[in-house]
C-alpha cells in the first residue's frame, strides 16, 4: 500500500445528484481506486487508490464531463476564480433571455402579439421563433450541450429535463408558425416566451445558488490564508526574504513582533507569546521559548525569535489540517449515499412520467389536447430537477464539518460527523484526558534508607521508561539535584510497572500487581498507607528489593479545570460518562468521584482497551472514545467514533475519525453538538426537496386539474425549481451563524 494515496479533482459539467451518482461509479470502476467520493456542492471528486489522476480524468471524459487534478492552493485560488468568472456569466445569460422572455411575456398576456392569421404575421413569428432560438443558444448553450453528452453516454440528468422541456416547447412553437393548420386552432398557442423565461429563471436560480455556495467554502479559505507568502530565513547573518515554497527542513526563520510564523518549526533562540486561536480554538496565547514547538499560520506576539523549521509545504500541521477538512467535505454520511442511488434512477423515472403524462393528455384530455399534452410534459420536465435533492447533504456537509474546524475540532470523515450526533456512552481516558498528563512526585515515603535514596533509586530505575510517571520521577530527582546511576537488564510490564539493575541491586518499581507477580509481601501498614494514597487520587508505586519493601512513591496528575464542566455537559447530552483507565481501582474512584463520571473501567491493559469498548458496544450502546491517539490507537478505531485529544500530531490525525486540536474534552461536546446541528440541516434539506419533488411533479402532471382546473404553468415551475436550489443551499448556510455551547466558556 506504499502507493495509496488521495487525488482531489475539480469536476465540470455535473448539475445534479443524478450526476454524482454516474461520476462516482466511473471512478470507483477504475482499477486500483479502493474509494471514490464526489461532491456536487463543490463540484469536486475526492479518490483514495494506487490510482493515477490521468486515469481518473480519462474515465470521467468518458462520462461526458471534465476534471483537472487539484494540487496546490494555488490551483484552489483558480478554481475559484473560475467559478467568479461563470457567475459572472449565468448572470449574463440571465439577463439576455430575460431581456428578450419577459417583454414578449407582457405583450402576449396583454394581447399585443400578432394573430396566425396572415402571411405577414406569421413572418413576424418566424423571425421571432429565430431570433429566440439564439437567445436560447446563447443563454441555455451548458444545458442542451450537457444533454447532448447524456444522450450520447445514454445518461441522462437535469440537462436532459431541461433541454428537452424548452426544446419541445421551441419546435412545437415553430411548427405551429410554419405550418398552422397542421394544429387545430384551439391549440395554436406559442411558448418562444416560455422558453426563454424558464432558462432565464434557472440561469438566476443556479447563479444566486454558486454565490451563496461560495460561503459555504469560507472555513477553508480562511484555513488556507492562514499562510504567509513569504518567509524571512538567515542565511550568512543576514535576513532574506522567500517564498513561502522555498523554505526547507533545517532552515533558521525570523519572526517578528505581530507577524504569522510560515511553516512548523523549533524555537532556537528568543522567546514571545503565540496565538495559536485559529488552530486549536484555545484562547490564551501560548510562551514558546527555546525547545518549544511552533505551528505554521498562528500569530506571534511583541516577542521576536528564531526557529528551525522541522514541517514545510503539505507535511505542516496547517496543511494536514485544510486536506483533512477538504476530505471531510467531500465525504459522505450514509444518508447522502441513500440520496445518491434515489437520485441515479430519478431523472429516467421523471421522463417515463413525462412521457406518459403527456399521452395520458393527447389522447384523454380536453381540446385543445395537444396543447395541454406539450404543457404538461414540458412542466413535469422543468420541476423534477433533482437540484435541490443532490445539494441538500453536501451544503450541509461542508458547513457542519468548517465551523467544527472553527472551533479546532477536525472531523475526518461524513460518517463520524453523522455518528457523533447519535453516541450514547462516552468513554474517557484518563491520563491526558480528563488530567493534564504532567504528573509531579507529591509524596515521598522511605521504608528502609533514606528519602533521597529511594527517589535516586527511582530515578535511576526509569531513565529507559517513557511513560508520564517515568518523567515525574526523574523531574522531582532533579530538583532535589540527584544524579541517575546506570540501569542494566530494564524491562517494562505494560500497565504494571517495570524491573532493573542499579547499582548492583535488582530493583522492581510499580503497583500491587506487579509486586505480587513477584512474590513480595506487604504488611498491613504498607497496604493501609497504599490504599490512602489512592483515596486521594494518587498514584503510588512501590520500590522493592529481594521481596521487600523500600519505599512508596506516590504521583498525582492534575485534574484538568474543564474535565467537570466537560462531564457534566455530556451529562446534559444525555450521554453517559465512563472512565477508562490502567491506573487502580482506587486511584480511578477518586477522580471519578471528583469529577462526576457514572462508571469506572481501571485497572485496564492498554493492548485491552480495545476490548473494554467491544463489551460496551455488545450492550447496545453507540460509544466514542477520547484518548490521546497513541497508546489508545486500537480502543479509537473499534469505537463508534474516536476522539484524538491533544496537539493535533499525525498519529492522532491519523488513528481517530475526530481530533481536538485543543487538549480538552470540552471539543467532544463541540463535535456532538455540530453533528446534531448538521443532520437536523441536512433533514430539513432533504424533506423540503422530497416534499418539493413529491408534490410537485403530480400537481405538474395535471392531476389538480379535473377537481379544480388547476394546471401549473411551465415558467411558474421553472422558477420553482430554481427557488428549490437556493432554499436549499440558504438554509445549509445558515448553520455558519450555529455557535456550539461548549464554546461560551471558552472565550470564542
Known amino acids: 500500500m506504499a502507493d495509496l494515496k488521495i487525488i482531489r479533482l475539480a469536476i465540470d459539467g455535473m448539475n445534479c445528484a443524478g450526476c454524482v451518482a454516474k461520476v462516482e461509479a466511473a471512478l470507483n470502476s477504475v482499477p486500483g481506486v479502493s474509494h471514490a467520493s464526489v461532491n456536487l456542492a463543490q463540484r469536486s471528486g475526492l479518490v483514495e487508490g494506487e490510482v493515477q489522476a490521468v486515469d481518473l480524468i480519462a474515465a470521467i471524459v ?18 475559484e476564480a473560475a467559478e467568479q468568472l461563470r457567475f459572472k456569466q449565468l448572470l449574463r445569460q440571465f439577463m439576455v433571455a430575460a431581456a428578450v422572455g419577459a417583454p414578449l411575456l407582457i405583450a402576449g398576456m396583454a394581447g399585443w402579439l400578432p394573430q396566425l392569421s396572415t402571411a405577414s404575421n406569421n413572418i413576424f413569428w418566424v423571425v421571432l421563433g429565430l431570433v429566440t432560438l439564439a437567445v436560447m443558444v446563447y443563454s441555455g448553450r451548458h444545458f442542451y450541450l450537457g444533454a447532448m453528452r447524456g444522450f450520447r453516454h445514454l445518461q441522462f440528468d437535469m440537462d436532459t429535463l431541461i433541454a428537452t422541456g424548452t426544446g419541445s416547447a421551441w419546435l412545437y412553437s415553430m411548427v405551429i408558425t410554419l405550418w398552422p393548420a397542421s394544429v387545430p386552432e384551439m391549440g395554436r398557442h406559442i411558448y418562444f416566451e416560455a422558453a426563454l423565461i424558464i432558462i432565464a429563471l434557472i440561469n438566476l436560480g443556479q447563479a444566486l445558488e454558486m454565490r451563496a455556495r461560495g460561503k459555504t467554502s469560507e472555513a477553508i479559505r480562511r484555513l488556507m490564508g492562514l499562510t504567509p507568502k513569504t518567509a524571512r ?12 515554497e522555498e523554505v526547507a527542513i533545517g532552515d533558521i526563520l525570523r519572526v517578528r513582533p505581530g507577524e504569522r510564523i510560515p511553516v512548523d518549526g523549533t524555537v532556537s533562540e528568543g522567546h ?38 522541522t514541517r514545510v509545504g503539505a507535511d505542516t500541521v496547517l496543511a494536514q489540517i485544510v486536506a483533512m477538512v477538504q476530505q471531510a467535505q467531500s465525504s459522505k454520511p450514509r444518508i447522502g449515499r441513500v440520496v445518491d442511488r434515489v437520485a441515479a434512477v430519478f431523472v429516467p423515472t421523471i421522463l417515463v412520467i413525462a412521457a406518459i403524462t403527456f399521452l395520458v393528455w393527447f389522447y ?29 447533504t453536501p451544503m450541509s456537509i461542508m458547513v457542519g464539518v468548517g465551523k467544527a474546524a472553527e472551533y479546532g475540532v477536525l472531523i475526518k470523515n461524513g460518517e463520524a460527523l453523522e455518528r457523533a450526533g447519535k453516541l450514547t456512552t462516552i468513554v474517557l481516558d484518563k491520563t491526558g484526558t480528563l488530567t493534564l498528563g504532567k504528573p509531579t512526585v507529591t509524596d515521598c515515603i522511605a521504608l528502609a534508607g533514606g528519602r533521597h535514596e529511594l527517589l535516586y533509586l527511582a530515578a535511576s530505575l526509569e531513565t529507559g521508561s517513557e511513560h508520564p510517571l517515568a518523567a515525574a520521577i526523574i523531574a522531582a530527582a532533579a530538583e532535589q539535584g540527584l544524579e541517575r546511576g546506570s540501569c542494566k537488564g530494564f524491562k517494562a510490564h505494560a500497565g504494571l510497572g517495570l524491573e532493573g539493575r542499579v547499582d548492583g541491586r535488582n530493583l522492581l518499581l510499580g503497583n500491587l500487581r506487579l509486586m505480587a507477580a513477584h512474590g513480595v ?31 512508596i512513591l506516590a504521583v498525582s496528575d492534575p485534574i484538568r479545570e474543564e474535565s467537570r ?39 485496564v491493559m492498554p493492548a485491552d482497551k480495545d476490548a473494554k469498548i467491544a463489551e460496551l458496544q455488545q450492550m447496545g450502546e453507540i460509544v466514542g472514545m477520547v484518548g490521546d491517539g497513541i497508546n489508545d490507537a486500537a480502543a479509537l478505531a473499534r469505537a463508534d467514533v474516536g476522539f484524538a485529544i491533544g496537539a493535533g500530531t499525525d498519529i492522532a490525525m491519523a488513528s481517530a475519525d475526530v481530533t481536538l486540536m485543543r487538549s480538552s474534552p470540552l471539543g467532544v461536546i463541540t463535535a456532538i453538538e455540530v453533528s446534531r446541528a448538521t443532520m437536523s440541516n441536512i433533514r430539513q434539506n432533504l424533506f423540503g426537496a422530497f416534499i418539493y419533488n413529491s408534490l410537485g411533479v403530480p400537481v405538474a402532471a395535471g392531476i389538480l386539474f379535473p377537481f379544480i382546473g388547476l394546471l401549473l404553468n411551465p415558467m411558474i415551475a421553472g422558477a420553482a425549481m430554481a427557488l428549490s436550489s437556493f432554499t436549499v443551499v440558504s438554509n445549509a448556510n445558515r448553520l455558519r451563524l450555529f455557535r456550539p455551547e461548549s464554546s461560551h466558556n471558552r472565550g470564542q
Open 521 to 551: 509481601t506487604l504488611n498491613a501498614e504498607v497496604n493501609q498507607q497504599v490504599n490512602d494514597l489512592a483515596a486521594e487520587a494518587r498514584t503510588p508505586m512501590l520500590l522493592a528489593e529481594g521481596g521487600k519493601v523500600l519505599g
Open 272 to 309: 514571545s507569546l503565540v496565538d495559536e486561536s485559529m488552530l486549536t480554538g484555545e484562547p490564551m496565547p501560548l510562551e514558546k521559548v527555546a525547545g518549544d514547538e511552533v505551528i505554521g499560520g498562528t500569530i506571534n506576539g511583541r516577542g521576536s525569535f528564531l526557529f528551525s523549521a
Open 62 to 79: 468518458a462520462t461526458g464531463r471534465s476534471a483537472t487534478e487539484i494540487h496546490s492552493a494555488a490551483d484552489e485560488t483558480a478554481r
Open 233 to 244: 530565513i538567515v542565511r550568512d547573518g543576514e535576513d532574506v526574504d522567500i517564498p513561502i
Open 364 to 392: 384523454a384530455g380536453p381540446e385543445p389536447q395537444i396543447s395541454y399534452a406539450l404543457v404538461t410534459a414540458m412542466t413535469v420536465l422543468i420541476i423534477a430537477c433533482p437540484c435541490a435533492l443532490g445539494l441538500a
Open 565 to 603: 464542566d466537560a462531564v457534566r455537559r455530556l451529562h446534559d447530552q444525555g450521554l453517559r460518562v465512563v472512565m477508562l483507565t490502567g491506573d487502580s481501582r482506587e486511584t480511578a474512584a477518586a477522580v471519578a468521584k471528583e469529577i462526576g463520571v457514572d462508571d469506572v473501567i481501571a485497572e
